[in-house]
């Protein structure tokens, strides 16, 4: 009965295989780090601010006159339209694709708050048509910021073009936007992942 015997230069390719298998990766992640390498293409569907913009800590009220202090609006998640003036048929149809991302939340519906911040208004106060938006569009929030210094930084923090919608998380750092038109179907989805790795409840 013979043995087989493997030929030393079989075995010594066979060896460097395996060290090449197991140093390429190591390779390959060292010269993307040093190369300073990202992704053409993030996971969100909206735009990823960074820094974060931090909410004024006042300057809004609400649609019947009354000062809304920010904190009232901290420990949830927000999707926050602010519009200039009125809201005409491109706000009140952003409205009702929040209102439809806030329905398809399911059990995870009380962990956000859905806010329009109307500025530029003659007078915020008892406003019959903000006072409407409440009735049209079920639990979503209207608040008002008057001309002057307020308007100002909450315009800086909520700095878009056009009707942009943000997503501020829970602390009060607006974190996304989603240029106008918004997809609200990439809202949800972006929603939904960050509510499910979110550590804040």
């Given at each position: ?59 809004l009220y ?73 009735r ?11 001309a002057?210094?307020a ?21 009060g ?29």
């Amino acid at each position: 009965m013979t043995t087989a015997i493997t030929p030393p230069n079989s075995s010594r390719r066979t060896l460097l295989l395996l060290a090449a298998l197991f140093i390429l990766p190591f390779v390959i992640g060292s010269g993307l780090f040093w190369l300073d390498w990202r992704p053409g293409k993030f996971g969100n569907h909206g735009e990823l601010l960074q820094p974060p913009r931090v909410l004024p800590a006042s300057g809004l009220y609400h649609a019947d006159g009354r000062p809304l202090p920010t904190p009232e609006l901290l420990g949830k998640w927000l999707l926050v339209l602010p519009v200039k003036g009125s809201c005409n048929t491109t706000c009140r149809s952003n409205l009702q694709g929040m209102l439809q991302v806030h329905v398809a939340l399911n059990k995870e519906q009380n962990r956000l708050q859905r806010v329009i911040i109307v500025s530029d208004v003659s007078d915020s106060a008892n406003d019959p048509p903000m006072l409407e938006l409440q009735r049209l569009f079920p639990g979503l929030l209207v608040a008002a910021v008057q001309a002057g210094v307020a308007a100002e930084a909450w315009h800086g923090a909520l700095n878009g073009r056009g009707q942009d919608v943000f997503i501020v998380d829970p602390l009060g750092n607006v974190m996304m936007r989603y240029a106008d038109p918004a997809d609200m179907r990439g809202v949800l989805k972006d929603l939904e992942r960050l509510l499910k790795y979110s550590w804040i409840r």
